[in-house]
């Protein structure tokens, strides 16, 4: 159930006569794949699948909505149906059920190798559709509508708080306790750049060691978030992207790793349904940047794809 | 973790005690809560542990007063085996109390009479077909249980690189070590054991300090896994319990101050290392016995001089039960240590 409490701000009500002129926009952020993916317990001894996400705000996809007067909402481009079915779950979540807009979306992320491009496109167009009634809505909202737009969705409504993320139900299970560090992320693609078909992935059966594991590996990313410590966090990443490899493996991730280790890295996260693998570093390091490049070339000289260097939650005006 | 009620879960969970600046102690009421709620969930979960089954164990140690404690709860039959020798009246009385059946063998070696009480638990087994074994011993479910106690140090201290403790089935000290070991490979994991006790390639005998050795060896013991084992008498883990009550106020059982014992020795011998040391009971049940002076003026040789520093052996011997031994393990199987030690 969702309460009026749910939204900032009391909507106004629907357009009536005459041809809506109300316009929202939103945007919503990209990621690099997750930090931990995996099953973990709630406080009732439930198991959850959740995740906490990278995110790469560089990236960017932006909607706008335009209110209509039409019996129901379009898009474009058209096949970008999950975003038009979360306008439309947005509009019934604002309490006005069957209204009418236009949805058009423009997105700067590539699809299929798990920067979640579908989520991005979804969450800007529920940040959007909410604009144009001038409701903010909260991360917690916008994740849930996300969730029933498409079925499982990523954290980042959540922008840089670091949360842990129950991806099929739009719940937090955890929030790790602020933002995450500041770092430096060389990303790139295996498995030759191919794109990977999220729907088609069953989720990954885990044995009881790995679930329990899981347990200790949220409690260290819980740990290096309180105390800013990148190099905790990369650990409990490379052990998440260590067991996703019995699920989803990544061709060459032991010389990613093998690279990782050689230079110095805090660790390697991968995109636990997609294709990208990305050897993390410190940025408040110094050398950080100088890191970053030579493990960008061994990256390329060994022959993964599209090698680039992202900067994730650095401080503004660094 | 807010806002859910989970007496149980409560009280599984140690309290943590910083004992030096280096030194993390996980001081638990009751230790064999943490298996022994996870080995019923799991079987729950799995539709081996049926409402209102019966379950059976071979002990009569603190997993049995776990696993009555739960039964109790959660409305299951329980029947606890053990051995004449190994069981007092009052906590036998006590698990009674709580509902277990105990079923004490006779046991005319003195050794405990693990085979009688196995061939005991079988008769029970095969009476009863919703019968379920928990199998503390060999039960991968024990040693998995301890990944919240995993969890829970390194919420609390980040990295751990070194982590003591005893060694009774094997289930804790490997438990933990082994998820803490993926985290930060070059974990440091050293065992407490005692004089006569066979997990360690020692002849089997009498021993006084209870709770942890084994004559048997259970296949939660992983071996592989332990870079340095000592061996405690009982005279040292008795002091070394009385200290950890005057110095830090902790009212625990002489297990805990045999790992308390060693573990304050690693941490002064590895200032550098952050140190966690588990401890897993309480000291009421050793109220009449360890904190009692008339009980411990009657035992031969009491008091005695308590080592400050363990006798490092090259060649595993037993020694007495005032003493404090050490051997440098390495990681390796019982049987590559065994057969080094034959060649000498
Ligand atoms: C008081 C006490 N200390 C230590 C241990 C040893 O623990 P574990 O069986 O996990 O090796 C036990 C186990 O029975 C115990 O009861």
Same mark, same amino acid.
């Given at each position: 159930m969702t309460g009026a409490g749910d939204v900032a701000q009391r909507p106004e009500p629907p357009p009536t006569g005459g041809p809506a002129t109300r316009i929202g926009t939103g945007r919503a952020i990209a990621h690099h794949g997750e930090l931990v993916q995996g099953v973990f317990e709630d406080d009732n001894g439930r198991l959850h699948r959740a995740l906490v996400t990278l995110p790469l705000a560089r990236l960017q996809s932006e909607a706008t909505f335009t209110r209509t007067n039409a019996a129901a909402v379009r898009v474009r481009p058209q096949h970008r149906t999950k975003a038009a079915e979360a306008a439309r779950l947005t509009l019934a979540h604002l309490g006005f059920p069957g209204a009418g807009g236009a949805l058009s979306i423009a997105s700067a992320i590539p699809v299929g190798h798990g920067y979640g491009s579908s989520t991005a496109d979804v969450v800007a167009s529920i940040r959007a559709t909410a604009a144009a009634y001038d409701v903010k809505l909260r991360a917690s909202s916008v994740s849930r509508i996300?969730?029933?737009?498409?079925?499982?969705?990523?954290?980042?409504?959540?922008?840089?708080?670091?949360?842990?993320?129950?991806?099929?139900?739009?719940?937090?299970?955890?929030?790790?306790?602020?933002?995450?560090?500041?770092?430096l992320v060389v990303g790139f693609k295996a498995n030759g750049g191919q794109p990977i078909d999220t729907l088609r992935?069953?989720?990954?059966?885990?044995?009881?060691?790995?679930?329990?594991?899981?347990?200790?590996?949220?409690?260290?990313?819980?740990?290096?978030?309180?105390?800013?410590?990148?190099?905790?966090?990369?650990?409990?990443?490379?052990?998440?992207?260590?067991?996703?490899?019995?699920?989803?493996?990544?061709q060459h991730f032991n010389i990613a790793l093998d690279i990782a280790n050689r230079n110095g890295a805090c660790g390697v996260q991968v995109a636990h349904s997609g294709s990208l693998i990305g050897i993390i570093l410190d940025l408040s390091e110094k050398g950080a940047h100088q890191k970053a490049t030579a493990i960008a070339e061994a990256a390329s000289d060994i022959g993964f794809k599209d090698v680039e260097i992202h900067r994730v939650n650095e401080e503004a005006g660094r | 973790?807010?806002?859910?009620?989970?007496?149980?879960?409560?009280?599984?969970?140690?309290?943590?005690?910083?004992?030096?600046?280096?030194?993390?102690?996980?001081?638990?009421?009751?230790?064999?809560?943490?298996?022994?709620?996870?080995?019923?969930?799991?079987?729950? $979960?799995?539709?081996? !542990?049926? *409402?209102?089954?019966?379950?059976?164990? %071979?002990?009569?140690?603190?997993?049995?007063? $776990?696993?009555?404690? !739960?039964? *109790?709860?959660?409305?299951?039959?329980? %029947?606890l085996v053990t051995a004449s020798s190994l069981i007092d009246a009052t906590y036998k009385a006590r698990l009674e109390r709580i509902g277990a059946t105990v079923i004490a063998i006779d046991d005319p070696r003195g050794d405990g009479n693990q085979p009688g009480r196995l061939d005991c638990l079988q008769t029970i087994l095969m009476s009863d077909p919703e019968c379920f074994w928990t199998r503390q011993y060999d039960s991968p479910r024990n040693w998995l249980a301890y990944a919240r106690l995993a969890e829970f140090l390194v919420r609390a201290m980040g990295k751990v690189d070194c982590l003591v403790g005893c060694i009774g089935t094997g289930g804790s000290l490997c438990g933990t070590g082994t998820f803490l070991r993926t985290l930060f490979p070059d974990l440091k994991i050293v065992a407490v054991d005692t004089h006569r006790s066979i997990l360690f390639g020692q002849p089997a005998g009498k021993r006084m300090l209870r709770g942890l050795g084994n004559s048997v060896l259970p296949a939660n013991v992983r071996h592989d896994l332990i870079d340095e084992i000592h061996w405690v008498g009982a005279y040292p883990a008795y002091m070394a319990a009385h200290q950890l009550l005057r110095l830090h106020g902790l009212f625990q059982g002489p297990t805990s101050g045999a790992a308390a014992l060693v573990a304050q020795w690693v941490a002064k011998t590895y200032p550098d290392a952050q140190v966690a040391v588990i401890m897993p009971d309480e000291g009421h049940r050793h109220a009449d016995t360890v904190y009692n002076d008339q009980w411990l003026a009657a035992l031969p040789g009491w008091p005695c001089e308590q080592p400050s520093v363990p006798t490092t052996l090259s060649r595993i011997m037993p020694a007495t039960e005032s003493e404090w031994t050490r051997f440098s393990w390495q990681r390796r199987s019982l049987d590559d240590v065994l057969a080094t030690q034959s060649l000498r």
């Open positions: 996300a969730v029933a737009a498409e079925g499982a969705s990523d954290a980042i409504a959540y922008e840089d708080q670091a949360v842990l993320f129950a991806q099929r139900e739009g719940i937090v299970v955890e929030e790790l306790g602020g933002a995450l560090p500041a770092l992935l069953t989720p990954a059966r885990y044995s009881s060691e790995e679930i329990q594991l899981f347990r200790v590996l949220r409690g260290l990313a819980s740990r290096a978030v309180r105390l800013q410590d990148p190099y905790l966090l990369g650990r409990a990443a490379t052990i998440s992207a260590q067991i996703s490899q019995h699920h989803l493996p990544k | 973790m807010s806002g859910h009620v989970d007496y149980f879960r409560a009280l599984e969970t140690p309290r943590l005690a910083r004992l030096s600046h280096n030194l993390v102690a996980a001081a638990f009421p009751l230790m064999k809560l943490m298996p022994a709620r996870y080995i019923l969930d799991r079987a729950e $979960a799995c539709g081996e !542990l049926k *409402a209102g089954a019966h379950i059976v164990e %071979t002990t009569s140690g603190t997993f049995g007063m $776990a696993l009555a404690l !739960l039964a *109790a709860a959660r409305g299951y039959l329980l %029947t």
